[in-house]
């Protein structure tokens, strides 16, 4: 299993970026879904989960991000509103599959004042 991610970028804050997650190469079904960020110094940390029919968001981004997955292609995505400075990380976008976590490569968001 491969994850891709992509759409990272420099962003003014208040503006949107559409994060995406292309899964490859899995031939069992996705059990939870999520995006991580890392930003500098600082730990990994859970931006946006999914598991059945329960979605988690950290306090920080409610309201702002949605996470969201296209079936059919396969992709996750986290779409991120009214973006701000503190937001600027490399974010990570993660997938259960068979009891296995999967990771992509990251890409990053940076959010200028």
């Known amino acids: 299993v491969q994850l891709q991610a992509s759409g990272g970028g420099l962003v003014q804050a208040g503006g949107s970026l559409l994060l995406s997650c292309t899964v490859r190469?899995?031939?069992?079904?996705?059990?939870?879904m999520g995006w991580f960020r890392q930003a500098p110094g600082k730990q990994r940390e859970l931006v946006a989960g999914?598991?059945?029919?329960?979605?988690n968001y950290a306090d920080s981004v409610k309201g702002r991000f949605t996470i969201s997955r296209d079936n059919a292609k396969n992709i996750v995505y986290l779409q991120m509103n009214s973006l701000e400075p503190e937001d600027t990380a490399v974010y990570y976008c993660?997938?259960?599959?068979?009891?296995?976590?999967?990771w992509g490569q990251g890409t990053q968001v940076t959010v200028s004042s």
């Open positions: 993660n997938v259960r599959i068979a009891w296995k976590n999967f």
């Open positions: 190469g899995r031939t069992d079904p996705i059990s939870a």
């Open positions: 999914k598991s059945g029919g329960t979605t």
